[in-house]
């Protein structure tokens, strides 16, 4: 009760941040759609409609709903492949924008929700254009002639975001390559980046063939990032919801005893 009262007042505060035209944005009109921008707006939708999951007041269910529609319908009006849009691809310098690819799962998500065509439109036109500007990493992972640490772009936490959104895409429209893309691509992580501890990312945060990686006697910066290890597990538990594979529980499991409780400071932490 006390965790869900933190989560209705935030809630109540989020919504008080919309501007006139729909946006949750920290970034100026003038300098919006680029950097980090996407990949928070993502965070805002996915923010609102969990708690929409668990929360039993029909009002305000209904003023997230239309304050999340709002926000989306912005997004949409300026992004696409049509002329005076932006396409996805573009508006991130970073990753060749998987960040900003990655609103792929809390649009279907919308779509689920509301069940309007734009939403399932949208999240179509994201799926084609690849996810990165750098290569299509969905088309590589149907492939399966790379593993992860081998495509163009190789930055973990978000990749692993967009093939969450391209399952969800899967569940709504059925299409069997994307379930074959999103298997194909966790098995390859399984099969190349995921270390004795369960984590990814001996470089920094990035795929980088870590079941080797982990080996190094010298460490190259910050490595196996706890948000990739979170993601890892999530993303397993919707694989493991969808194929009953019980490889996926066996990941779920090796990243919590190790990789997550492993990151916890014990001896640091305010608390103590």
């Known amino acids: 009760a006390e965790l869900f009262g933190v989560l209705k007042e935030a809630t109540l505060a989020m919504l008080k941040t919309q501007d006139e035209l729909g946006r949750y944005s920290t970034y100026s009109i003038e300098g919006e759609f680029n950097g980090w921008d996407m990949w928070a707006r993502k965070y ?14 029909d009002k305000l269910n209904e003023q997230i709903v239309e304050s999340v529609k709002k926000h989306v319908d912005y997004i949409i009006s300026k992004i696409g492949n049509t002329e005076g849009k932006t396409k996805i691809t573009d508006t991130s310098w970073i990753w060749g924008a998987i960040n900003s690819s990655s609103i792929l799962e809390p649009v279907v998500r919308l779509y689920n929700l509301t069940n309007e065509q734009r939403y ?21 992972a149907y492939e399966n002639k790379l593993l992860p640490y081998q495509y163009p772009v190789v930055k973990a936490y978000e990749m692993m975001s ?6 969800e895409y899967y569940r709504v429209t059925g299409i069997e390559k994307w379930k074959t893309a999103v298997i194909n691509f966790a098995k390859g992580v399984i099969a190349s980046d995921v270390t004795i501890a369960g984590s990814s990312g001996c470089t920094h945060e990035l795929f980088d063939n870590s079941s080797v990686a982990q080996t190094y006697t010298k460490t190259r910066g910050r490595m196996q990032e706890t948000c990739v290890t979170v993601t890892w597990m999530k993303f397993c538990l919707q694989l493991l919801c969808m194929t009953g594979d019980i490889c996926f529980a066996e990941e779920i499991e090796k990243s919590t005893y190790n990789a997550l409780y492993g990151s916890v400071n014990t001896e640091k932490s305010p608390r103590n």
């Not at 805002?44 to 929360?55: A, C, K, R, S």
């Not at 399932?120 to 036109?125: E, I, K, S």
């Not at 967009?162 to 399952?167: D, P």
């Open 120 to 140: 399932l439109d949208f999240a179509t036109y994201i799926v084609d254009e690849g996810g990165s500007r750098d290569g299509n990493i969905f088309e590589l």
């Open 162 to 167: 967009c093939f969450e959104g391209l399952l």
């Open 44 to 57: 805002v939708i996915l923010g609102f409609l969990h708690f929409h999951e668990i929360n039993t007041d």
